[in-house]
T-cell receptor, first 115, second 111 residues
Framework: NAGVTQTPKFQVLKTGQSMTLQCAQDMNHNSMYWYRQDPGMGLRLIYYSASEGTTDKGEVPNGYNVSRLNKREFSLRLESAAPSQTSVYFC??????????????FGEGSRLTVL | RKEVEQDPGPFNVPEGATVAFNCTYSNSASQSFFWYRQDCRKEPKLLMSVYSSGNEDGRFTAQLNRASQYISLLIRDSKLSDSATYLCVVKGYSSASKIIFGSGTRLSIRP
């Protein structure tokens, strides 16, 4: 069972470079999310997509863009990477837009270092 | 003040011990509460929801105190496999942006 798959798992960028993190889920979930996790900060929501065709900003959207390509895929793009974007990025999905179940299914994470 | 606060630990306890940690939240309008578990360098996974009346799942007991705005997690008869970081999660309204993760409490169980 694949669940939520993220690529790449590791990436090193130089300041100013661009890259896209890919995320795909095979659970037929409607909602997908991108979080970043930094030491001592907890997970912070970057962007989310409540359903196919919609995207909304989360707590820390600056410097990022997203695309909900179809129901399965939700990508995160860094147009001009900055050292402050060094982090672990998690993609997650949920069957509906965060009902009271509160369960998010996470990918394994993508570790990004910006030099 | 952070919206969700947890003692970062680490809590270092012997196998078989009982350990408890709390999580406080600042928004009194918060509606739903959860505990997630995150193993080292892995993704978070839902451990259990926290219900108003308190709830138990095997060795794990979660409780909610709305008056004092905290939730707690109690682990009885701790196992080596319980070593992980426990994330407190608080959900406000229906918007995804109202889900707040605590920074986690690290638990280490020693033989």
């Amino acid at each position: 069972n694949a669940g939520v798959t993220q690529t790449p798992k590791f990436q090193v960028l130089k300041t100013g470079q661009s890259m896209t993190l890919q995320c795909a889920q095979d659970m037929n979930h409607n909602s997908m999310y991108w979080y970043r996790q930094d030491p001592g900060m907890g997970l912070r929501l970057i962007y989310y997509s409540a359903s196919e065709g919609t995207t909304d900003k989360g707590e820390v959207p600056n410097g990022y863009n997203v695309s909900r390509l179809n129901k399965r895929e939700f990508s995160l793009r860094l147009e001009s990477a900055a050292p402050s974007q060094t982090s672990v990025y998690f993609c997650a999905s949920s069957p509906v837009a965060l009902s009271d179940s509160g369960e998010l299914f996470f990918g394994e994470g993508s570790r990004l270092t910006v030099l | 003040r952070k919206e969700v606060e947890q003692d970062p630990g680490p809590f270092n306890v012997p196998e078989g011990a009982t350990v408890a940690f709390n999580c406080t939240y600042s928004n009194s309008a918060s509606q739903s509460f959860f505990w997630y578990r995150q193993d080292c360098r892995k993704e978070p996974k839902l451990l259990m929801s926290v219900y108003s009346s308190g709830n138990e799942d095997g060795r794990f007991t979660a409780q909610l105190n709305r008056a004092s705005q905290y939730i707690s997690l109690l682990i009885r008869d701790s196992k080596l496999s319980d070593s992980a970081t426990y994330l407190c999660v608080v959900k406000g309204y229906s918007s995804a942006s109202k889900i707040i993760f605590g920074s986690g409490t690290r638990l280490s169980i020693r033989p």
